[in-house]
């Protein structure tokens, strides 16, 4: 059971609301840094390497362990966007756990409420984080796929090279320094806060 409560907890059908953001992605479509295939999974790895592996995982790890830190989580968020996209992602999931299980939810960032998910359904952690890592990079190969634009083989190859690293991270986040030196993503981010044109939310 606890092996289909991830695949639901991971799944992209889960009404979070994870599709309709892009991280700075739309942007660096926009600036001309992501333009094809090859830049595409270059600038997701880069941004899984230097970012969400060095501080969402690590951090989620320990929350998954019962540690409280959801406000500093939050703060780690560099731009409105950021903030606004883990703040809403961590209400609707709070909103379905509460329908599902009535479960209260008192934590409000994406990756605290995925914690507490986890702990309530008795998740092995290291499956979750996999799994987490998994999502988020399914979520940025779509937005990919709907903004470069990509073909589904395509996006497929990327989540087939970039999946092999979600092991070595999960392993590594446990003993990970945090760090979150990402001043390209914090740029394109904010700038696609007022982005004229646009397919994904700010």
Known sequence: MSLARLLQLASPTLPVGAYSYSQGLEAAVEAGIVRDAASAQRWIGDVLEFSVARMEAPLLWRMMHGEDLDEKFLATRETAELLAETLQMGHSLAALLKDLTSAEVAARSYP??????VRQ???????????????????QVMAAIKCVPLGQTAGQRILLSLGERLEGIADKA??????????????????HEKQYSRLFRS
């Open 112 to 117: 605290a409420v995925y914690a507490f998910a």
């Open 174 to 191: 446990v003993t990970t320094e945090l760090s979150n030196f990402v001043p390209g993503l914090a740029m394109l981010s904010s700038r």
């Open 121 to 139: 359904w008795e998740i092995e952690p290291r499956a979750a984080l996999v799994a987490y890592l998994w999502s988020w990079t399914e979520n």
